[in-house]
């Protein structure tokens, strides 16, 4: 009777060891093939600079407060509260030690679009790399050429503030596997140029969703409520919904959103406030064809109540 039992913990534990390395094997971080980073060519330093901006780079890596020049030190440490504990933004300066500056553009290009870090490890997604996947490789180039002109500095950011399990870097193999891939946001058939444009800015570097989406207690968008607002997930009021069908912008036209994004005012003459003051900065920086591309595709995007 006793034999019996123990082999059947043997044989559960066999069978524990198999389903954790198909787990390894399933969930283990993917780079690009590195041809994807190859044959690319000397960077577009102001093209770099629009993309930028429209990635929101300064929002969180940028020290707080700052303003004017100060915005483009990149020294990270800007805290992002989450049910699952506080991220602090890294240093991604042109520092070579304590920013990114040593890093090669496959490096960096796979943090952006696989969410790799440069020893191979998973990154936390609060870093928005479920977004800038549908980024091209140009625009990666672009993007990693402007910033390598900014300064450097080396200011070491503090550590990720996680509780178990939640501090364990192998669980994010199954968080990508249940939600991240680049597959477009919403299907919008017929489409215009601009629309796409638009698609592409919102969805990938704008990472507009990371906010203005609803997400399951996993951390990952609930299906069928793209842009339809919800709780901050830094836990402090809520997040607007901003689909055709949203009571605040619902009723907005296209060149209201356009001068929303440039200005800052609404159509009623109040001000932008809260986490989108910095993204509004951003937002106009970008040229006006992008703005208006944008203000394109959140009028043309399913309503959700």
Same mark, same amino acid.
């Given at each position: $009777?006793?034999?019996?039992?123990?082999?059947?913990?043997?044989?559960?534990?066999?069978?524990?060891?198999?389903?954790?390395?198909?787990?390894?094997?399933?969930?283990?971080?993917?780079?690009?093939?590195?041809?994807?980073?190859?044959?690319?060519?000397?960077?577009?330093?102001?093209?770099?600079?629009?993309?930028?901006?429209?990635?929101?780079?300064?929002?969180?890596?940028?020290?707080?407060?700052?303003?004017?020049?100060?915005?483009?030190?990149?020294?990270?440490?800007?805290?992002?509260?989450?049910?699952?504990?506080?991220?602090?933004?890294?240093?991604?300066?042109?520092?070579?030690?304590?920013?990114?500056?040593?890093?090669?553009?496959?490096?960096?290009?796979?943090? $952006?679009?696989?969410?790799?870090?440069?020893?191979?490890?998973?990154? #936390?997604?609060?870093?928005?790399?479920?977004?800038?996947?549908? $980024?091209?490789?140009?625009?990666?180039?672009?993007?990693?050429?402007?910033?390598?002109?900014?300064?450097?500095?080396?200011?070491?950011?503090?550590?990720?503030?996680?509780?178990?399990?939640? *501090?364990?870097?192998?669980?994010?193999?199954?968080?990508?596997?249940?939600?991240? *891939?680049?597959?477009?946001?919403?299907?919008?058939?017929?489409?215009?140029? $601009?629309?796409?444009?638009?698609?592409?800015?919102?969805?990938?570097?704008?990472?507009?969703?990371?906010?203005?989406?609803?997400?399951?207690?996993?951390?990952?968008?609930?299906?069928?409520?793209?842009?339809?607002?919800?709780?901050?997930?830094?836990?402090?009021?809520?997040?607007?919904?901003?689909?055709?069908?949203?009571?605040?912008?619902?009723?907005?036209?296209?060149?209201?959103?356009?001068? #929303?994004?440039?200005?800052?005012?609404?159509?009623?003459?109040?001000?932008?406030?809260?986490?989108?003051?910095?993204?509004?900065? *951003?937002?106009?920086?970008?040229?006006?064809?992008?703005?208006?591309?944008?203000?394109?595709?959140?009028?043309?995007?399913?309503?959700?109540?």
């Amino acid at each position: $009777m006793a034999s019996t039992f123990f082999k059947g913990i043997a044989g559960l534990a066999v069978l524990g060891g198999i389903g954790f390395a198909a787990y390894m094997v399933v969930t283990a971080p993917h780079r690009q093939d590195p041809a994807v980073w190859t044959g690319l060519g000397e960077p577009d330093l102001a093209h770099g600079r629009e993309v930028f901006f429209a990635g929101g780079c300064t929002s969180c890596h940028a020290p707080a407060g700052a303003t004017g020049d100060a915005r483009l030190v990149l020294s990270g440490g800007a805290p992002l509260k989450s049910d699952f504990g506080t991220f602090h933004a890294p240093n991604i300066s042109s520092d070579p030690e304590k920013g990114i500056g040593a890093w090669t553009l496959a490096e960096f290009g796979d943090a $952006m679009t696989r969410g790799v870090g440069r020893n191979g490890e998973h990154l #936390y997604p609060s870093f928005p790399y479920g977004s800038y996947a549908r $980024m091209t490789p140009a625009d990666i180039n672009d993007l990693y050429g402007f910033m390598k002109t900014l300064p450097g500095s080396d200011v070491e950011a503090p550590a990720h503030e996680l509780g178990f399990p939640f *501090n364990q870097r192998l669980a994010l193999g199954g968080w990508k596997f249940l939600f991240f *891939n680049a597959a477009p946001r919403v299907e919008l058939a017929d489409a215009s140029d $601009m629309v796409k444009r638009g698609q592409y800015l919102v969805e990938g570097p704008g990472h507009c969703g990371e906010c203005h989406t609803p997400r399951n207690a996993l951390g990952g968008f609930q299906s069928g409520k793209w842009l339809a607002g919800g709780p901050n997930p830094e836990g402090e009021g809520m997040i607007p919904n901003i689909t055709p069908a949203s009571k605040s912008m619902g009723s907005w036209s296209e060149g209201d959103i356009v001068t #929303y994004l440039e200005t800052g005012f609404t159509p009623d003459y109040d001000s932008v406030g809260g986490s989108m003051v910095e993204v509004q900065k *951003n937002m106009a920086e970008l040229k006006a064809s992008d703005r208006e591309a944008i203000a394109a595709y959140l009028k043309a995007i399913p309503s959700v109540e």
